[in-house]
């Protein structure tokens, strides 16, 4: 029990002070910049970069290069896993919320330097995969149970979108439930791969795309959406991420994850560090 508890404090510590210093790099260097585009995109890339360092720091001089951290595993197959549970959410959530009367689509605008604005999107969900789910998750997972890194990280992704607990029941069950999405794709695959990507398409497509408050209001939208209707089908104040039909998609996605990554492999406890 109490080496347990031992090992318990020294893995809250290293995920801690990683975080802490990820978190803290990420925004000290960012530089001012009077163009909108611009300076979103070096406050994307600034926090990613931070990250990528910090990683790479703690894995050479913390854990001796004794801890696999894949970023890739099969490309391609993760990819399209990615792709596959990204397309299956947005479009599950679009199209069950336009059925109900929610959702109406309005005009459509151009968006100048639309790659790029795309390209911070990508960051941000890379990022956050990146300091949630990779040394965190891997170090949990490896000292103590893939059950556990699950749980933890998606703990600790909620605490970081606490946003959510503004705007309703529906909007935190989301939100978990997207945490643990994220987790069970990166054990089932091995790799963040295909988390960041699912976490790119959902929030490209509901943020750039479409307008809801998923991303910082500074970013621009393709189509004007009106919501209508009752909030627990609207989202109310968190529009498409606090509805109803959004937190049962995305619980009914992290189930089929679940079921798909075996229970067996969720329960784990010594795993082997060529599994994550």
Request: glycine letters at 8%; hydrophobic letters at 60%; charged letters at 10%.
């Amino acid at each position: 029990m109490k080496d347990t508890v031992k090992r318990a404090g020294i893995t809250a510590i290293k995920v801690l002070l990683y975080m802490a210093l990820s978190l803290a790099l990420g925004v000290a260097f960012i530089p001012v910049v009077e163009s909108p585009v611009l300076w979103r995109f070096t406050a994307e890339l600034f926090p990613f970069i931070a990250a990528s360092v910090m990683t790479l720091a703690f894995w050479i001089v913390v854990e001796k290069r004794a801890l696999a951290i894949n970023i890739f595993n099969s490309f391609g197959r993760d990819t399209l896993a990615g792709l596959a549970v990204g397309a299956v959410w947005v479009g599950a959530v679009v199209i069950l919320m336009y059925a109900s009367g929610a959702l109406r689509f309005a005009k459509a605008q151009s968006v100048p330097w639309l790659a790029v604005w795309i390209i911070a999107v990508f960051l941000n969900a890379a990022m956050q995969e990146l300091l949630i789910r990779g040394y965190a998750f891997s170090l949990i997972a490896r000292r103590h149970s893939n059950l556990a890194a699950v749980i933890v990280t998606t703990v600790i992704f909620t605490a970081l979108h606490a946003g959510a607990f503004e705007s309703g029941v529906p909007a935190v069950i989301n939100i978990v439930a997207a945490g643990s999405l994220f987790a069970l794709m990166t054990l089932r695959f091995g790799s963040l791969w295909s988390a960041i990507v699912a976490h790119f398409i959902w929030n490209g497509a509901t943020g750039i795309l479409l307008g809801a408050n998923v991303l910082p209001e500074d970013y621009p939208h393709v189509v004007d959406i009106v919501m209508s209707g009752n909030d627990l089908l609207t989202g109310g104040l968190a529009p498409i991420e606090g509805s109803v039909i959004t937190a049962a998609v995305s619980v009914a996605l992290a189930v089929i994850v679940w079921r798909f990554a075996g229970r067996s492999k969720i329960a784990r406890v010594d795993v082997n560090e060529d599994q994550l």
